[in-house]
Nanobody, 121 residues
Framework: QVQLVESGGGLVQAGGSLRLSCAPS????????MGWYRQAPGKQRELVTTITSGGSTNYAESVKGRFTISRDNAKNTVYLQMNSLKPEDTAVYYC???????????????WGQGTQVTVSS
C-alpha cells in the first residue's frame, strides 16, 4: 500500500509563505497526476492544484497567482509553494497522487494523512 507523507505545514501570519512537500514512503512503480486538496472546518474537501507527469498544472481560482505546484519526477515528490497566505487558506492540506504501486498493480488514487496550515490575521 502506497503511503504518502506530507511535511511543511504550520502556523503563519497573513501575507506569509509556507512550502509543503509530499512523497511516498516506499517504492512506487509509476506516478501520474499529483496534487493538493484542502479541507477547512465545516467545509467539504476542495481541489487546490494538480500537476501531471508532464508538468501541466491546474489551480483553483482562489489560489491562482499565489500558490505554485511543482514536482520532482525522479523522487516522486510534489511541492506546494504558498505565498501571500490569507486566513481563508486555513485548512488541512492533503497530498494526492494517481499511481501504480507495482507493474502489475491497478492505477489507484492515494492520499496523505493531511498537514495543518493555519494563517492568522
Amino acid at each position: 500500500q502506497v503511503q504518502l507523507v506530507e511535511s511543511g505545514g504550520g502556523l503563519v501570519q497573513a501575507g506569509g509563505s509556507l512550502r509543503l512537500s509530499c512523497a511516498p514512503s516506499g517504492s512506487i512503480f509509476s506516478v501520474n497526476a499529483m496534487g493538493w486538496y484542502r479541507q477547512a472546518p465545516g467545509k467539504q474537501r476542495e481541489l487546490v492544484t494538480t500537476i501531471t507527469s508532464g508538468g501541466s498544472t491546474n489551480y483553483a481560482e482562489s489560489v491562482k497567482g499565489r500558490f505554485t505546484i511543482s514536482r520532482d519526477n525522479a523522487k516522486n515528490t510534489v511541492y506546494l509553494q504558498m505565498n501571500s497566505l490569507k486566513p481563508e487558506d486555513t485548512a488541512v492540506y492533503y497530498c494526492y497522487c494517481n499511481a501504480k504501486e507495482t507493474y502489475a498493480s491497478r492505477t489507484l488514487d492515494y492520499w496523505g494523512q493531511g498537514t495543518q496550515v493555519t494563517v492568522s490575521s
